[in-house]
């Protein structure tokens, strides 16, 4: 069994920052992307950052320039930084990672509240 868990989420003021972080742990032999998706509230779900196993990101336009994603290989651990934040960036931000169990799967974590308000 798989588990990924976020951490770090809260409330923070236009323009601040956040570090996010999500860990998989269980029965794992290796990770393949490990990424973050968001949802706020009456809309879809959308992939904001996502980082392979040898380190390579990509973004969602919106948050380019702003948000970091990087990733700790031996702590299967990754961690979004997100600065300049905007009250359009309140959502439940998502973890996922795709690993190589028994199978290759899929899993998300629980989600984080990130909002950002004045």
């Known amino acids: 069994q798989v588990q990924v868990v976020e951490s770090g989420g809260g409330l923070v003021q236009p323009g601040g920052s956040l570090r996010l972080s999500c860990t998989a742990s269980?029965?794992?032999?290796?990770?393949?992307?490990m990424g973050w998706s968001r949802q706020a509230p009456g809309k879809e779900r959308e992939e904001v950052a996502n980082?392979?196993?040898?380190?390579?990101?990509k973004y969602l336009d919106s948050v380019k320039g702003r948000f970091t994603i990087s990733r700790d290989n031996a702590k299967n651990t990754v961690y979004p930084q997100m600065n300049s934040l905007k009250p359009e960036d309140t959502a439940v931000y998502y973890c996922?990672?795709?690993?190589?169990?028994?199978?290759?799967?899929?899993?998300w974590g629980r989600g984080t509240q990130v909002t950002v308000s004045s």
């Open positions: 980082i392979t196993s040898t380190g390579s990101t």
């Open positions: 269980g029965s794992i032999f290796s990770i393949n992307a």
């Open positions: 996922n990672a795709d690993v190589n169990s028994i199978y290759r799967q899929h899993f």
